[in-house]
């Protein structure tokens, strides 16, 4: 029993950590149908605004609480700017081009936001842990659990509904929606793809760098997080089918789920059981669970 | 057109002859031996391990060249010859390529460094096929000598292999907790997470044959995320939770373990945990039992070396050493001290001289004594922590110093079968 209940809130956990960190490549592939490798750089750019903005301000003894808004503020600022300098500097020249080409762009693009990083804040790690702790734990069946790890699903939970919301219910997003279905269509319509297109890519790049913005407090903030995170959000994203945003919500579920329950009923498969969870909703659906159907050009 | 080229040519011939005559005086005057220097300089392992093992790198040949080591290494250079260093990142994805080019395109004549097993274990072969002399100074899994390069002729470990961190983990555990009967455990899966389990497993067992194991995680190195693993640790609740993370992993584990509680309910065994220290402070839970992988950082011997050692890097680099910086510094001594026994800086007579070597490092004594003298062991230490809120530092208290014959195997003898065997041998003060 307690067993089954640490696998619920473990896999919740995970799966909220997946959600935030892997909606924004699923977005941005949805809209623009480029497979944004550079989604791990814009991850390590708001963990690291993050940590060193928090721990900044754990110098100046300020009340802890207030860090917490330095989490969003810190994954504005890196995913604006890198957001808007990456799609406005680089991508918008590349539009049209053929999906593999854009992912070797996307790649290059990954590995000097990389050395930004070590530019910027060099190559130690930073660990800034004051808001994960500020609230406590809460035992759950015997189990402490951070208060923290309950902000991070909530605050998974909120960007989902958020998400449907701006899709579904506004006029914003029904366009949008109109852009995934056929871009050549949508422009023949009247609408600004390409401003679809940088606003997409931000907002992306702002999801991406909340996903490690609110990691940050958790973990040791240092070089090369980026490259772990994007072979995880990738497995996410074709498990629950590119594109697709409720897609990415059930394919975070889905390994955050499987992990879990390997780590506590057989943890010598905890690797491989994300892989083999994607491998088998591959088998079955090849083009993951919730893709989008896509009417063939002639 | 005739005439130009007349004159490009004169003007190219006395250039060359200029460099020439320059350049001779020099090399006729500084012999230099090169050293490639091999440490994390980015990823996970970079800021608790590979920077400070750098750092230890730079101010230990900086400080031969100039001749201001303490005695006995206050002769400059290594065997006369002045040393020069390529320093290279071990977080490569082409670690063997890496290897080859330090020793064909950048000529050097040894290879000190890495932290990793995994590392380890792919370039131990590598270094005998090329016939380098290659130091490692870290990497810890017993495999190296026991199982992959049996016959070494040109590799060298100058510090002990993960056996006696966790021989020695088990002995503090059993001693000072009387009332343990269930361990658990969480390691990196890969060579160095697993041998250490295997260690510390078979040596509890070995000390006190009623304990029972009740929980074993092995997650993927570097993953940071450890809520699961904690999880399934909280729920099994062992008396003992014995760990081998080191680097960011490391210090992930004690943020989100301590934060939950884990340190409270099982008493934690951190096999090396000081670099940890410095950057954590008061984050680690009182009593947490502390490693540093030998008399290193805390548990650092008072000698005229390690005093040196600790104020020259302190001095330099504003913050205290850690115990990846005496091993690096460790392994650079031991090429020292067989370079100037044998006065040369030929690395095929420091090889053989090194082979076998005691020496004083600022950990105190190293003794080449394993694998025909290729492997260290060491003396070693463990402790509790304690933070003090007055200075803001962290310290160890309850410290147990193990001599290295009580801690090691001997010659010859493999890790497991001298574990299972009961120790046979082990001399303990």
Same mark, same amino acid.
């Given at each position: @029993?307690?067993?089954?209940i640490?696998?619920?809130?473990?896999?919740?956990?995970?799966?909220?950590?997946?959600?935030?960190?892997?909606?924004g490549?699923?977005?941005?592939y949805?809209?623009?149908r480029?497979?944004n490798?550079?989604?791990?750089?814009?991850y390590?750019?708001g963990a690291?605004?993050?940590a060193?903005?928090?721990?900044?301000?754990?110098t100046?003894?300020?009340?802890?609480v207030?860090s917490?808004?330095?989490i969003?503020l810190?994954a504005?600022?890196?995913?604006?700017?890198?957001?808007?300098?990456?799609?406005? /500097?680089?991508?918008k020249f590349?539009y049209?081009?053929?999906?593999?080409?854009?992912?070797?762009?996307?790649y290059?693009?990954?590995?000097i936001?990389?050395d930004?990083?070590?530019?910027?804040?060099?190559?130690?790690?930073?660990?800034?842990w004051?808001?994960?702790?500020?609230? /406590?734990?809460?035992?759950?069946?015997? !189990?402490?659990?951070t208060?923290?790890?309950? !902000? !991070?699903?909530?605050?998974?939970i909120?960007?989902g509904?958020?998400?449907?919301?701006?899709?579904?219910?506004?006029?914003?997003?029904k366009l949008?929606l109109?852009?995934?279905?056929?871009?050549?269509?949508?422009?023949?319509?009247?609408?600004?793809?390409?401003?679809?297109?940088t606003v997409?890519?931000?907002?992306?790049a702002?999801l991406?760098a909340?996903g490690?913005a609110?990691?940050a407090?958790e973990?040791?903030v240092?070089? /090369?997080?980026g490259?772990?995170?994007i072979?995880?959000?990738?497995a996410?994203?074709?498990?629950? /089918?590119?594109?697709?945003?409720?897609?990415? @919500?059930?394919?975070?579920?889905?390994?955050?789920f499987?992990?879990?329950?390997s780590v506590?009923?057989y943890?010598p498969?905890e690797l491989f059981s994300i892989?083999l969870v994607?491998?088998?909703v591959?088998?079955?659906?090849?083009?993951?669970?919730?893709?989008l159907a896509?009417?063939?050009?002639? | #057109?005739n005439?130009?080229?007349?004159?490009?040519?004169t003007l190219?011939s006395? #250039?060359?002859?200029?460099?020439?005559?320059?350049?001779? $005086?020099?090399?006729a005057q500084e012999?230099?031996?090169?050293?490639?220097?091999?440490?994390?300089l980015?990823?996970?392992?970079?800021?608790?391990?590979?920077?400070?093992?750098?750092?230890a790198a730079?101010l230990?040949i900086?400080?031969?060249?100039?001749?201001?080591? $303490?005695?006995?290494?206050?002769t400059?250079?290594i065997?006369?010859?002045q040393?020069?260093?390529v320093v290279?990142? %071990?977080n490569s994805?082409?670690k063997n390529?890496?290897?080859?080019?330090?020793?064909?395109?950048?000529?050097?004549?040894?290879?000190?460094?890495y932290?990793?097993s995994?590392s380890?274990?792919a370039?131990?072969p590598?270094?005998?096929?090329?016939k380098?002399l290659?130091?490692?100074?870290?990497?810890?899994?017993?495999q190296?000598?026991? %199982?992959?390069?049996?016959e070494p002729?040109?590799?060298?470990?100058t510090?002990?292999?993960?056996? #006696?961190?966790?021989?020695a983990?088990?002995?503090?555990?059993?001693?000072? #907790?009387?009332?343990?009967?269930?361990?658990g455990g969480?390691?990196?899966?890969?060579?160095w997470g697993q041998?250490s389990?295997?260690d510390?497993?078979?040596?509890?067992a070995? &000390?006190?044959?009623?304990?029972?194991?009740?929980?074993?995680?092995f997650?993927?190195?570097?993953?940071?995320?450890?809520?699961?693993? =904690?999880?399934?640790?909280?729920?099994a609740?062992p008396?003992?939770?014995?760990?081998?993370?080191w680097?960011?992993d &490391?210090?992930?584990?004690? =943020?989100?373990?301590?934060?939950?509680?884990?340190f409270?309910?099982?008493q934690?065994?951190l096999?090396?945990?000081?670099?940890?220290?410095p950057?954590l402070g008061a984050?680690?839970?009182?009593?947490t039992?502390?490693g540093?992988? *030998?008399?290193?950082?805390?548990?650092a011997?008072?000698?005229? &070396?390690?005093e040196?050692?600790?104020?020259?890097?302190?001095?330099?680099?504003?913050?205290?050493?850690?115990?990846?910086?005496y091993?690096?510094?460790q392994?650079?001594?031991?090429?020292?001290?067989?370079?100037?026994?044998?006065?040369?800086s030929?690395?095929?007579?420091?090889?053989?001289? +090194?082979?076998? +070597?005691t020496?004083?490092?600022m950990?105190?004594?190293?003794n080449?004594?394993?694998?025909?003298?290729?492997?260290? =062991?060491?003396?070693?230490?463990?402790?509790?922590?304690?933070f003090?809120?007055?200075?803001?530092?962290?310290?160890?208290?309850?410290?147990?110093?193990?001599?290295a *014959?009580c801690?090691?195997?001997?010659a010859n003898v493999?890790?497991?079968?001298?574990?299972?065997?009961?120790?046979?041998?082990a001399v303990?003060?």
């Amino acid at each position: @029993m307690l067993t089954a209940i640490a696998i619920t809130v473990d896999g919740l956990g995970f799966a909220a950590w997946l959600f935030l960190s892997s909606v924004g490549l699923t977005l941005i592939y949805g809209v623009m149908r480029i497979l944004n490798i550079a989604h791990g750089g814009f991850y390590a750019l708001g963990a690291y605004s993050s940590a060193w903005a928090i721990g900044l301000y754990a110098t100046t003894g300020s009340p802890i609480v207030f860090s917490f808004l330095l989490i969003p503020l810190a994954a504005l600022i890196a995913g604006l700017a890198s957001g808007l300098l990456v799609e406005r /500097g680089v991508l918008k020249f590349m539009y049209g081009r053929d999906e593999v080409l854009m992912v070797l762009v996307t790649y290059a693009i990954f590995l000097i936001l990389e050395d930004a990083t070590k530019l910027i804040w060099g190559t130690e790690s930073y660990v800034a842990w004051q808001p994960a702790f500020h609230f /406590g734990t809460i035992d759950v069946f015997d !189990i402490p659990y951070t208060v923290y790890k309950f !902000i !991070i699903i909530s605050v998974a939970i909120i960007v989902g509904i958020a998400l449907y919301f701006v899709l579904n219910k506004t006029r914003v997003g029904k366009l949008l929606l109109v852009v995934i279905e056929d871009r050549e269509i949508s422009a023949a319509l009247g609408i600004n793809v390409t401003k679809f297109f940088t606003v997409t890519f931000v907002v992306g790049a702002v999801l991406g760098a909340l996903g490690g913005a609110i990691t940050a407090p958790e973990i040791s903030v240092s070089p /090369g997080i980026g490259a772990e995170i994007i072979v995880l959000s990738f497995a996410v994203i074709v498990i629950g /089918g590119m594109g697709s945003i409720g897609g990415a @919500m059930i394919g975070a579920l889905i390994v955050g789920f499987a992990r879990a329950a390997s780590v506590h009923l057989y943890p010598p498969a905890e690797l491989f059981s994300i892989y083999l969870v994607m491998a088998a909703v591959l088998a079955v659906k090849p083009y993951g669970l919730f893709a989008l159907a896509e009417s063939r050009k002639i | #057109m005739n005439k130009t080229m007349k004159k490009m040519s004169t003007l190219a011939s006395a #250039m060359l002859l200029t460099t020439a005559i320059g350049a001779a $005086p020099s090399t006729a005057q500084e012999e230099t031996f090169k050293v490639g220097v091999v440490s994390f300089l980015s990823g996970p392992a970079a800021g608790p391990f590979g920077i400070p093992a750098r750092n230890a790198a730079e101010l230990i040949i900086d400080a031969a060249n100039a001749g201001t080591l $303490p005695a006995p290494y206050n002769t400059a250079g290594i065997g006369g010859a002045q040393i020069s260093t390529v320093v290279i990142d %071990e977080n490569s994805k082409q670690k063997n390529a890496d290897f080859v080019k330090l020793v064909e395109k950048d000529g050097v004549d040894a290879i000190v460094g890495y932290a990793s097993s995994g590392s380890c274990k792919a370039i131990a072969p590598e270094a005998e096929k090329l016939k380098t002399l290659t130091v490692f100074s870290i990497c810890g899994t017993p495999q190296i000598f026991e %199982e992959i390069v049996t016959e070494p002729q040109y590799l060298f470990r100058t510090l002990s292999h993960a056996t #006696m961190d966790n021989v020695a983990a088990a002995r503090y555990v059993v001693e000072t #907790m009387g009332d343990v009967s269930t361990i658990g455990g969480i390691n990196q899966n890969y060579a160095w997470g697993q041998d250490s389990w295997r260690d510390f497993s078979l040596s509890v067992a070995s &000390l006190k044959d009623s304990v029972t194991e009740t929980e074993t995680q092995f997650p993927k190195i570097f993953a940071g995320q450890y809520g699961s693993e =904690i999880s399934a640790l909280l729920n099994a609740k062992p008396d003992v939770v014995h760990s081998s993370f080191w680097g960011g992993d &490391l210090e992930a584990l004690i =943020i989100q373990g301590s934060g939950r509680g884990l340190f409270g309910r099982s008493q934690v065994v951190l096999t090396s945990s000081d670099t940890a220290i410095p950057r954590l402070g008061a984050q680690i839970p009182d009593g947490t039992i502390i490693g540093a992988r *030998g008399l290193n950082g805390p548990y650092a011997p008072e000698t005229e &070396l390690a005093e040196w050692f600790q104020k020259a890097y302190f001095d330099r680099f504003g913050t205290e050493p850690v115990s990846p910086a005496y091993q690096m510094a460790q392994s650079i001594l031991a090429i020292k001290a067989a370079a100037d026994q044998s006065n040369s800086s030929d690395p095929e007579v420091i090889r053989g001289a +090194l082979a076998g +070597l005691t020496f004083e490092s600022m950990s105190g004594e190293v003794n080449m004594s394993l694998a025909n003298g290729h492997q260290a =062991i060491t003396a070693t230490a463990y402790g509790t922590y304690k933070f003090d809120a007055a200075s803001g530092k962290g310290t160890v208290e309850n410290v147990r110093t193990y001599s290295a *014959g009580c801690v090691n195997p001997p010659a010859n003898v493999g890790s497991v079968d001298w574990i299972k065997g009961g120790f046979e041998g082990a001399v303990c003060e």
